[in-house]
């Protein structure tokens, strides 16, 4: 190219200068409407879709045909993983290597830890239910330890379900750690380690919960005294823990975890914190004064009341022994019992409240009556209909009333 003759050598270097800068503009610009029509193009791609798992997290699957193979999977929780993932099954079907690819896709997890990685993780541990998981995966892992993830199937579920009843465990402690097998199974589908949850719907049957926990507490008939002598029984280490679920039906980790600042010595309350409760919700206690005075007097070893208390099954079976009570009572069922004192002594839906429950349904299956009940409701209410008073006693002869409670029968 020649320069024009009134053009310097300097003039000609800055213009064959700028060459360059416009090429390399306008090759941005073609960039640009490449990768523009190219997300366009992948964005209309049926092979692809965004769905939400039950955990509530977006993630994208494919769906494809090759031939007469469709696969439909887990592709990644990003579009570029997804991308990635789809193209990489497409060039393995083009090559002859399909069965191949999808082989090394399926990961050998056993279930151990993957289901120690996921109770783990921070959504898992918010759920309501943690605590009551990481018992069931306990169990679960005796059994399922050293499965692969993909060799779990109805028949060995069914035989774990076999083994846990012959270890006398109860058809609801049973259906709570079948329930979290087939949520950890389930994850594991949305995830893309096994194909399918080989237990999903009816596959392995719920067992009947007709053992009502409450029926049979209300039928070991223990009275005042049982209680009271179970108390003197206890250690001091875990006598206050023991009142406090007899008194005020918290719950095991509810006063495991209570916290001197959550004690109101003043107002006698104590402030059960969301995180620390099972509904998630805030509620308050209140607190009798002798039992407020008795947790006063606790020594202050930190910030929990009960700091270094982790596990009282041992001691409180070995009071349940010194005080003659069958232990068949678990500490739980302790909880059951205060419940079942406070609708006796006061409405439903102040129980309610100081129980922590939800759903009023959930009091209402400690309204049981007993004969004597029933027979003392309609004597009183004998007694006001025609004499126009109410008599202070049950008004039942003392035969009768022998006999009701020998026999109470739970309706």
Not at 13 to 28: C, D, F, G
Not at 196 to 217: D, M, T, W, Y
Not at 351 to 370: E, P, Q
Request: charged share 35%; glycine share 6%; net charge positive.
């Amino acid at each position: 190219m020649v320069a024009p003759p009134n053009k310097t050598l300097r003039e000609r270097e800055k213009r064959w200068k700028k060459k360059p800068a416009a090429n390399s503009q306008a090759q941005k610009e073609n960039s640009k409407i490449e990768q523009a029509e190219g997300k366009k193009k992948l964005g209309r791609d049926k092979n692809l879709r965004l769905i939400k798992n039950r955990s509530g997290e977006t993630c994208w699957y494919v769906d494809v045909t090759f031939g007469y193979q469709r696969i439909r999977r887990f592709a990644g929780y990003t579009k570029a993983e997804a991308l990635n993932y789809l193209a990489d099954l497409r060039r393995a079907a083009r090559d002859g290597k399909l069965n191949e690819f999808l082989g090394k896709a399926k990961k050998e997890t056993n279930f151990s830890n993957y289901g120690r990685n996921l109770l783990d993780s921070k959504e898992w541990k918010e759920k309501r239910s943690a605590e009551r998981n990481e018992y069931s995966f306990q169990n679960l892992k005796v059994f399922f330890g050293d499965f692969k993830l993909k060799e779990i199937n109805p028949a060995s579920v069914r035989r774990y379900i076999n083994k846990r009843a012959d270890e006398g465990a109860s058809n609801a402690t049973i259906n709570r750690e079948i329930t979290l097998l087939k949520s950890i199974l389930y994850q594991a589908e949305y995830d893309g380690i096994i194909e399918s949850n080989p237990i999903r719907g009816r596959r392995v049957s719920k067992l009947p919960e007709n053992n009502n926990r409450e029926r049979a507490i209300l039928e070991m008939k223990l009275s005042d005294d049982d209680l009271r002598r179970l108390i003197e029984c206890c250690s001091e280490r875990i006598r206050p823990v023991i009142i406090l679920a007899l008194v005020t039906g918290m719950r095991r980790g509810e006063i495991l975890k209570l916290r001197w600042k959550d004690i109101d010595f003043r107002l006698l309350t104590i402030r059960i914190p969301a995180e620390h409760a099972k509904t998630k919700q805030e509620r308050h206690v209140p607190l009798p004064a002798e039992l407020a005075a008795m947790l006063d007097d606790l020594p202050r070893k930190g910030e929990r009341v009960f700091e270094g208390i982790k596990d009282i099954r041992g001691s409180f079976a070995s009071a349940l022994k010194r005080a003659g009570i069958s232990d068949n009572l678990h500490f739980h069922d302790l909880r059951h019992l205060a419940a079942y004192r406070l609708v006796k002594m006061t409405d439903v839906m102040t129980a309610a409240r100081i129980l922590g429950h939800n759903d009023l349904k959930t009091t209402m299956r400690y309204l049981f009556s007993t004969e004597k009940d029933k027979r003392e409701a309609i004597e009183k209410s004998w007694e006001n209909l025609v004499s126009g008073r109410q008599k202070d006693d049950s008004g039942l002869g003392e035969g009768l009333e022998k006999e009701l409670e020998k026999s109470p029968q739970v309706h």
